[in-house]
């Protein structure tokens, strides 16, 4: 299958996405994973994303584009993918439809200040890239490996905020985008991850069926 998660910013796509593509041997394409890497090689991309992403900010089109392009041609990829963080714009999701065909659209739904509380307590593993929630714990290491876990810079109030602003403005649309395809599947993301989780593989299950 091929699969888009959409989502806002600390939606829990991350984690979500890892059970995902675990469950049914799916390539994991996180966008903002390849982006982060790059910006730890301080590559000239990295670099400007860096700057970008501290503010808020989307990075270019173009620029997203064709890492997605040249990602889903490797060979991981030949026997499905799931897209995490991307599309972002109808401009990318047009872009996307010249390129492949999607099977179906997860957009997992949560509250803005709901979203903004998370967003404090998140933390990064730097090591495997796990995503985990902290209650006042400023040490905490990562339950899969064992490293400190860090906060992505753009994770404070202000600057989620601003994400949220943008996600709102540019890639809502996406929602109505691929509804009116008729392949969106709209997932309640307030609850628990165990409970995101069951509804998600209840869906997919019932398209491979």
Same mark, same amino acid.
Do not use: W
């Given at each position: 299958?091929?699969?888009?998660?959409?989502?806002?910013?600390?939606?829990?796509?991350?984690?979500?996405?890892?059970?995902?593509?675990?469950?049914?041997?799916?390539?994991?394409?996180?966008?903002?994973?390849?982006?982060?890497?790059?910006?730890?090689?301080?590559?000239?991309?990295?670099?400007?994303?860096?700057?970008?992403?501290?503010?808020?900010?989307?990075?270019?089109?173009? =620029?997203?584009? %064709?890492?997605?392009?040249?990602? *889903? &041609?490797?060979?991981?990829? !030949? @026997?499905?993918?799931?897209?995490?963080?991307?599309?972002?714009?109808?401009?990318?999701?047009?872009?996307?439809?010249?390129?492949?065909?999607?099977?179906?659209?997860?957009?997992?739904?949560?509250?803005?200040?709901?979203?903004?509380?998370?967003?404090?307590?998140?933390?990064?593993?730097?090591?495997?890239?796990?995503?985990?929630?902290?209650?006042?714990?400023?040490?905490?290491?990562?339950?899969?490996?064992?490293?400190?876990?860090?906060?992505?810079?753009?994770?404070?109030?202000?600057?989620?905020?601003?994400?949220?602003? =943008?996600?709102? %403005?540019?890639?809502?649309?996406? *929602? &109505?985008?691929?509804?009116? !395809? @008729?392949?969106?599947?709209?997932?309640?993301?307030?609850?628990?991850?165990?409970?995101?989780?069951?509804?998600?593989?209840?869906?997919?299950?019932?398209?491979?069926?």
């Amino acid at each position: 299958m091929k699969l888009i998660l959409l989502g806002p910013p600390a939606a829990g796509k991350g984690t979500q996405a890892e059970g995902i593509a675990e469950r049914y041997s799916l390539a994991h394409i996180s966008t903002g994973d390849m982006l982060r890497a790059e910006i730890a090689l301080k590559t000239t991309l990295g670099l400007q994303a860096k700057a970008l992403i501290d503010d808020g900010n989307l990075v270019p089109d173009e =620029i997203i584009n %064709e890492m997605v392009k040249e990602r *889903i &041609r490797q060979e991981d990829c !030949k @026997g499905g993918f799931l897209l995490d963080g991307y599309p972002r714009t109808l401009a990318q999701a047009e872009t996307l439809s010249q390129i492949t065909n999607i099977d179906a659209v997860l957009d997992i739904d949560v509250e803005p200040e709901v979203l903004v509380t998370r967003a404090a307590k998140r933390r990064v593993c730097p090591e495997c890239k796990h995503t985990q929630l902290v209650d006042g714990v400023t040490d905490a290491v990562c339950a899969k490996c064992g490293a400190k876990l860090i906060q992505r810079p753009d994770d404070n109030p202000e600057a989620m905020r601003h994400r949220l602003a =943008i996600y709102y %403005e540019r890639t809502f649309p996406l *929602i &109505r985008y691929y509804k009116a !395809k @008729g392949i969106l599947k709209a997932i309640d993301g307030s609850g628990t991850i165990e409970k995101v989780s069951s509804e998600i593989f209840e869906f997919i299950d019932g398209k491979l069926s």
